[in-house]
Each structure stands twice: as C-alpha cells, then as structure tokens.
C-alpha cells in the first residue's frame, strides 16, 4: 500500500511498551465514534455514566444499563475499563446528602458494594475519590457536603469501602490543578497520610486539563515527581488541551487556525515525551473524548464556545496533535 495512504498505526500499540491510551466516552460517542475507539485505543473511562447520579439516581434504584454497554463493548475488544468516580461533590443527588453521619456513611456502603461489586474483575481501576483537595487558601480539603456530612475521614472510608468491594482493582484519588504547586502539595499530603493510615490508596490521577500555554513543563515534571515519591501508580485520567487561554468569549470561528493547531501540536508533543519519560510509574493516558465534535469545553467554562482539544477533528480525521503524538513511538510491528 502507498505509505501516504496508510492508516496510521494504532495509537494504543504504538504506545504498548509505554502505558495504556484511553479516551471517554458518552452514551452517544460509543456507537458514533467506535472505529476510532477500537483503532486507537485500549482504555475507556465513562464520560458521566458512572457518576453518582446516573448510575444511582434514586436510593437503591440503579441503572446499570448504559455502563453494561461500555463494559461489553470494551470487554469484546480487550479494551480496559476506568471507573470513575464513586465519592465527589459533583453530579451527585441532594439525596445522598440529607441526614446525620451514619447515614451518609450507609448510603457510601450501599452505593460503592453495588457499583464496584457489579463490574469486579472488570474495571481495573476506580477514581474512588473525586476534587477533595481545596484550590485555594489554607484548607486542606474542599468544603464538601461529603465533608460536612461525615468529617475528613469520608475519603479513608471510601477507599476501604472500595477495596473490599473488588480487591484486585487499583485505586485513584484524582484531582484538577494538580500541577499548581500550592494544590499538589496538598494532594502529596493528603495521600501520604492516607498511606501512613494503612487506607488502600494506590493511586493519584492527574486530571490533565492543560491549555497550550499552561501547566509549564516545570510544573508537570515536578508534579509527577512529587506524586511518584509516594510509591504510588499514576495515570493522566481526563486530558485535553484547550487551544483558549482563559475566559474570553467565543472569537465565533467556525474552525480553528492552522497555526493554533501546529501549536497544539507542539504541546501535544511536548506533553507526552514528558509522559513517556516517566513510563515507569505511569500506567494510563486517557484523553477526555476522542474527536473535537464531541467534548465537554464546548461548554466549558464558557457556554457556547467552540474548543477543538482532542487528537482528532470534528470529522474524525486524526489532526496534527495526532501526528505528534503518534510520532514519538515507532509502531509496534
Ligand atoms: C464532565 C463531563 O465531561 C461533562 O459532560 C459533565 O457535564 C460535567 O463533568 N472533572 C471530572 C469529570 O472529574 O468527571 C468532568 O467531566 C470534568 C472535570
């Protein structure tokens, strides 16, 4: 076949000898961009399926329906699948709040030994827990319902909630802004402590949404050192790279300019030679969609903005962030 004219190399197999590539995925995007999930990659994380308040929306009253897809779809193609996530603040029903300690410590029982317990042996790895850590100011934790309602100690529970629901799976605190150095001194300590605790916490994941021009590469090295020191795993759970800097408005281009793409690029590279440096603690990439037609920072954090972050473009066809990505490996042959 004509070199030109090749299907590029799987994404995944070119990266086997490095970590797993995931991407997430939606209800929707499972069927409408399945070629490119089986191509390209060997991890799938559901996009708000497995939230709290999808897979959970009414006290005991589960809907397993669309996760059992994710699962069969991935498990038919030896794809591995990510659970997130059992215990955060967000896309969870006022519910599960109301009432004492005792109470929301059963509700976290209920929920994590039929979710966790459902999908065992199957998902290889949970976000148990979600955006605890505070941004700012002094306070080591967000000021969460979870927090008010059980006390710092909701994190260590979830976690020991989680391992005995599937003893085999590797378990994640996963954060944003993990790479501000305030924060990630605070996610360092968090865990540290949870570990000295005996808590199974094996993992932090780095939510990775990243911009073209921010975290430096300073700031991911040192984080991803500071994270390793632990003796923990790490995965880079919901990346994707905006090609805005901030909160302007939409500029209403209908397609990105050339340029902006060669830098994403550019950042794409820079990005995951740095990951592949530290292919010996980290186990995952996950991309947080596949292709620009469908990504949550179309809303995100301006309503109505067109963002293009992901590897491939709004028809599917890989984009120079691609090209860069893929070609710091060789294909597997
Ligand atoms: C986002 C989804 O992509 C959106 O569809 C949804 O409306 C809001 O949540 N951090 C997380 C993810 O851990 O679960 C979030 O996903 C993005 C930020």
């Given at each position: 076949?004509?070199?030109?004219?090749?299907?590029?190399?799987?994404?995944?197999?070119?990266?086997?000898?490095?970590?797993?590539?995931?991407?997430?995925?939606?209800?929707?995007?499972?069927?409408?961009?399945?070629?490119?999930?089986?191509?390209?990659?060997?991890?799938?994380?559901?996009?708000?399926?497995?939230?709290?308040?999808?897979?959970?929306?009414?006290?005991?009253?589960?809907?397993?329906?669309?996760?059992?897809?994710?699962?069969?779809?991935?498990?038919?193609?030896?794809?591995?699948?990510?659970?997130?996530?059992?215990?955060?603040?967000?896309?969870t029903?006022?519910?599960?709040?109301?009432?004492?300690?005792?109470?929301?410590?059963?509700?976290?029982?209920?929920?994590?030994?039929?979710?966790?317990?459902?999908?065992?042996?199957?998902?290889?790895?949970?976000?148990?827990?979600?955006?605890?850590?505070?941004?700012?100011?002094?306070?080591?934790l967000?000021?969460?319902?979870?927090?008010?309602?059980?006390?710092?100690?909701?994190?260590a529970?979830?976690?020991?909630?989680?391992?005995g629901?599937?003893?085999?799976?590797?378990?994640?605190?996963?954060?944003?802004?993990?790479?501000?150095?305030?924060?990630?001194?605070?996610?360092?300590?968090?865990?540290?402590?949870?570990?000295?605790?005996?808590?199974?916490?094996?993992?932090?994941g780095?939510?990775?949404?990243?911009?073209?021009?921010?975290?430096?590469?300073?700031?991911?090295?040192?984080?991803?050192?500071?994270?390793?020191?632990?003796?923990?795993?790490?995965?880079?759970?919901?990346?994707?790279?905006?090609?805005?800097?901030?909160?302007?408005?939409?500029?209403?281009?209908?397609?990105?300019?050339?340029?902006?793409?060669e830098?994403?690029?550019?950042?794409?590279?820079?990005?995951?030679?740095?990951?592949?440096?530290?292919?010996?603690?980290?186990?995952?990439?996950?991309?947080?969609?596949?292709?620009?037609?469908?990504?949550?920072?179309?809303?995100?954090?301006?309503?109505?903005?067109?963002?293009?972050?992901?590897?491939?473009?709004?028809?599917?066809?890989?984009?120079?962030?691609?090209?860069?990505?893929?070609?710091?490996?060789?294909?597997?042959?």
């Amino acid at each position: 076949m004509d070199e030109a004219h090749a299907a590029p190399a799987g994404l995944w197999k070119r990266y086997a000898g490095h970590f797993r590539i995931g991407a997430a995925v939606n209800r929707r995007t499972l069927d409408s961009h399945a070629r490119l999930l089986a191509e390209h990659f060997n991890s799938i994380t559901a996009e708000n399926e497995m939230k709290w308040g999808s897979i959970e929306p009414n006290p005991d009253d589960f809907r397993f329906e669309v996760p059992d897809r994710m699962a069969a779809f991935a498990t038919a193609r030896g794809i591995g699948i990510r659970g997130h996530t059992l215990v955060w603040h967000n896309q969870t029903p006022a519910w599960v709040f109301s009432g004492g300690r005792m109470e929301l410590a059963e509700r976290m029982r209920r929920h994590i030994q039929a979710v966790v317990g459902r999908y065992r042996g199957r998902i290889y790895c949970w976000d148990v827990v979600n955006e605890a850590v505070a941004d700012a100011g002094g306070d080591r934790l967000r000021a969460s319902p979870w927090l008010e309602g059980m006390g710092e100690d909701y994190i260590a529970h979830a976690f020991q909630l989680a391992h005995g629901a599937d003893p085999d799976a590797t378990l994640f605190y996963n954060d944003y802004n993990e790479t501000d150095p305030g924060k990630r001194a605070k996610i360092h300590g968090l865990v540290g402590d949870l570990r000295r605790e005996g808590v199974p916490v094996h993992g932090i994941g780095l939510q990775g949404h990243w911009r073209l021009d921010a975290p430096s590469a300073r700031d991911i090295r040192a984080s991803l050192d500071l994270y390793a020191s632990l003796g923990v795993r790490l995965q880079v759970t919901e990346l994707d790279v905006s090609v805005h800097a901030g909160r302007e408005p939409a500029a209403g281009a209908a397609e990105p300019a050339p340029e902006l793409l060669e830098r994403q690029a550019e950042r794409y590279a820079e990005i995951f030679a740095i990951f592949r440096e530290y292919r010996a603690v980290i186990d995952a990439v996950t991309l947080w969609g596949i292709a620009d037609d469908a990504t949550w920072l179309d809303n995100f954090p301006v309503r109505g903005r067109k963002d293009w972050p992901l590897l491939f473009d709004t028809h599917h066809r890989p984009k120079p962030a691609f090209a860069a990505v893929a070609r710091g490996v060789e294909p597997a042959r």
